[in-house]
């Protein structure tokens, strides 16, 4: 198992935010997360996935549709 597990604080760095956000995420069970104790870890598979589900592809430039 070689499985790496973060911090609230260290997935905040990743993602670029604040705590708040990744607190929020575990709130409303948008991200995976593994209790230990009183403690929270985030699997780093977990970030990854939200990071891939979340990306928004860029639009492909060409002709546009006209509505007739």
Do not use: C, D
Not at 36 to 58: K, L, Q
Request: proline share 4%.
């Amino acid at each position: 198992m070689s499985e790496r597990y973060l911090s609230v604080v260290q997935v905040a760095e990743i993602l670029g935010t604040t705590v708040r956000f990744p607190r929020r995420l575990i709130e409303e069970r948008r991200i995976t997360y593994v209790k230990v104790g009183r403690h929270v870890r985030i699997p780093e598979s977990a970030v990854r996935e939200y990071i891939a589900a979340n990306t928004v592809a860029p639009r492909r430039r060409g002709r546009m549709a006209v509505a007739a």
